[in-house]
């Protein structure tokens, strides 16, 4: 694929990026001046191929042009949740191995509080909001400015170093080999299959309302970029705007999870006639499951411009599926488009049609968990295919369907329970706004399904809402599926991302 500086030679005054909040735009040239001058003070402090730097920002510019200028000169960038805590941040930083570290104004405070300017050089954005009590010495460096790439080394093409969003444990680093240097205008196979799925291609205006630091925002930012698309990026999702900047901006992709489309559904009849999208070609979703009456809903809202895919951090498989697939073949994720799929038990024997196993990718990209050989070794099997961790089965006609998360498969009496199946079963009341269900242990069944609700607004009955989820349970669920127990929260715990925390709900002592 061409770089951003190809681009900048090809197209200069072409807008690459618009930011929303507050408005912003630049043309492909200034884009590729701000990654030279980003790459070109990497190099200058000492950064060496094959090294990473760490971007603890909010959605702008600079965190683009640092990716951009990474990689340039190939270096790993590494993306770090804004929310993150102190603790979260250190472990990154010792377990990447970063050797610089970018932050704003906003996030200088958490980069102190995690010892990082004790560790390595570190770049204060430029802002008025700075605290000058915690002024670095490395923020007065200015970047050098130039034409383009010109005088920057020609190393292997940097790339991501991504981080789980540590949902079942601490985060784990994700990382890829690089491509050498010569190999830079060859295609890339993942990027082809994206382009095939979705139609992305140099007249692509493509929408986003999540935050950078997410894998997938990142990732199709610097792939829209590439392609020589456009970028319209919000920090943060709010419904109304979101859909108002659908139907202003010229927008012809956008990306979302479920969350986003439970939010904008949820708004007033009026709003959502007033600013249905009639020129977006391309509606993404995934990071999370979406619960099937939601899907329905938006395709009947948006018609059929509603994609899903199946992947993750790892990269090492990809699914997808269009609004008229997924129709004819509900809950499914798709078919592969990235590696072949493979469906085993437990013991590594494949099985049939229809039955649930683990998911295997055969043939995608290979990676590491920096530092957790075992972890890494989990996620190959001894025919060296890779996992996502996921538990599914495939139909006749090659179409994944995913029941759960191996992790999260509750074991009730000898038999599999998948909190999935019933959360899109009580997904489905019409007072309940969220949901997650967590097996806990029982000294009679070994484990049992507990539901965690969050009542829609206005609800305030608790017991007369309990007794109605068990009769829809009971409708729809066999009785060792049917939740032991319902807790009422106000709200359930999940990401920006909208992934579940599990994790923190099973710790929770009232689920024991």
Known sequence: MPSIFDLARAQPEKVAVRFLQPRAELRFRELAQAAADAAAWMVSIGLQGGETIALLCENRVELLAFALGARRVGLYYTPVSTHAKPRELAHILRNSGARALVASANTQALAVQAGAPGLMPCFLLPSEQGDPALAWPAAQTT???????????????GRDFLYSSGTTGQPSGIRKPMLPWDRRHEPDPEVAAWQRAFGFDAESVYFSAAPLYHAAPLRYAIRVLECGGTCVLMDRFDAEQALQALCTEGITHSQWVPTMFVRMLALPAELRERWTPSGMRVAIHAAAPCAPHVKRAMIAWWGPIVHEYYAGSEGVGMTAIDSHEWLAHPGSVGRARVGVLHITDESGRELPTGEDGVVWFEGGPRFEYVGDPEKTARAYNDRGWATYGDIGHVDAEGYLTLSDRRAD??????VNVYPREIEDVL??????????????PDADMGAVPVAFVQPRAGVTDEDALRAALVAHGREHLSSIKLPRRFEFRSHIPRLES???LRRALRDEPSAS
Do not use: S
Not at 409 to 414: A, E, K, N, P, R
Not at 434 to 440: I, K, L, M, P, S
């Open 143 to 157: 970047a050098r400015t130039g034409d383009l790439d010109d005088g920057l080394p020609a190393r292997c093409i």
């Open 409 to 414: 498969l509750i074991l009730c009496g000898g």
């Open 427 to 440: 997904g489905q009341h019409p007072d309940v706004a969220d949901v997650a269900v967590v097996g806990v």
């Open 498 to 500: 909208g992934k579940l």
